[in-house]
């Protein structure tokens, strides 16, 4: 676990088929226990099955063990090799991702990290490595597979040449900026970026992203704002709007896509996509640190 985020009591819920949302509220995530709720009709996915649970505190484990039905906690991350066919590191921290990751990697495991898989160049370099390799290496945010954003790319061609996209969420950039990112280049079937800029400061970040198709990307993370997660997407001959709210759908399918993945024996999104993203992720880091300096990708 990582703090607020509920990923490992929700998407093991959702593989497994059950949940308890009285704990889940108990540990203070009322809006996830009533999402599976609201779908607890499709709850659970056909080939994959959690068995295995490890957190840095043995009680949180427990609670999500009993939540999800999840059979066996484990004290050490390394205790679980050689019991499982793949792992999700279900936490959003990502200076604490190539740690978790290694003795998985090492071992040939299939991995899935949540986003963001990296914030530091030398961290992405050891993923990229990894997965040049040979490793099995996916990671993405969810919003990849926003339905939302799918109804809008079924438009897209209508809209003609898209010249601009604007993006509005809250939280901020490191955590959150890349669900932005992720499903505006998806819509966009992933163009290259060129460069980067981060304008804005901390609580208030705005991001611009150029691409190789001419596309300009805006992206305004506002930590004071109310929720949301807005995407424009405007084209000499019209617009869509998406607006994103079902996180159960998404998560649900990027769930699916990565066992399937594990039953194909690589991972079914490239890790190029999820590099070339990471660089914009770390690109505008720098770009802010520098003073708002372009930063060529």
Same mark, same amino acid.
């Given at each position: ?16 088929? #059950? ?6 509220? +108990?540990? !203070? *995530?009322?809006?996830?226990?009533? *999402? ?40 050490? @991350? ?10 999700? @590191? ?17 071992? !040939? ?11 530091? #160049? ?22 990849? *597979? ?5 109804? =809008? ?10 010249? &601009? $996209?604007?993006?509005? /969420? ?29 304008? /804005?400061? @901390?609580?208030?970040?705005? =991001?611009?992203? +150029? ?9 305004? %993370? ?32 990027? &769930? ?5 993945? $594990? ?11 999820? *590099?070339? %993203?990471?660089?914009? @992720?770390? !690109? ?5 640190? #520098?003073? /708002?300096?372009? $930063?060529?990708?």
């Amino acid at each position: 676990m990582s703090e607020g985020n509920a990923h490992p009591y929700s998407w093991s819920s959702i593989i497994n088929g #059950q949940f308890d949302g009285d704990e889940i509220c +108990r540990v !203070g *995530y009322p809006a996830v226990a009533a *999402y599976l709720e609201a779908n607890e009709d499709t709850l659970g996915i056909t080939g994959g099955r959690v068995t295995h649970v490890w957190c840095q505190e043995r009680t949180i484990a427990e609670s999500i063990a009993r939540s999800s039905g999840i059979p066996t906690v484990v004290d050490r @991350l390394e205790d679980m090799v050689g019991d499982i066919d793949a792992v999700i @590191l279900g936490r959003d921290d990502p200076e604490n991702h190539v740690a978790m990751a290694i003795p998985f990697v090492d071992a !040939g495991i299939p991995v899935f990290v949540d986003k963001p898989l990296a914030y530091s #160049q030398d961290d992405l370099d050891w993923f990229a490595d990894k997965a040049a390799d040979g490793g099995f290496v996916m990671s993405c945010s969810s919003m990849r *597979y926003a339905n939302e954003c799918r109804i =809008v790319k079924q438009d897209l061609a209508a809209l003609g040449k898209i010249e &601009l $996209v604007t993006a509005v /969420g809250k939280k901020d950039w490191k955590k959150y900026g890349i669900h932005l990112l992720e499903a505006i280049f998806a819509v966009l079937d992933d163009p290259k970026p060129i460069h980067v800029r981060h304008v /804005g400061e @901390l609580d208030r970040e705005i =991001v611009t992203v +150029r691409t190789d198709s001419g596309t300009d990307i805006t992206l305004h %993370l506002y930590n004071p704002i109310s929720g949301t997660f807005q995407l424009t997407f405007y084209g000499r001959q019209g617009w869509r709007m998406a607006d994103i709210k079902n996180s159960y759908s998404m998560f649900r399918d990027n &769930l699916i896509e990565f066992i399937r993945s $594990v039953e194909e024996g690589k991972p079914r999104l490239s890790f190029e996509k999820t *590099y070339s %993203l990471m660089k914009v @992720l770390i !690109g505008a880091k720098e770009s802010r640190e #520098q003073g /708002g300096k372009v $930063v060529l990708l």
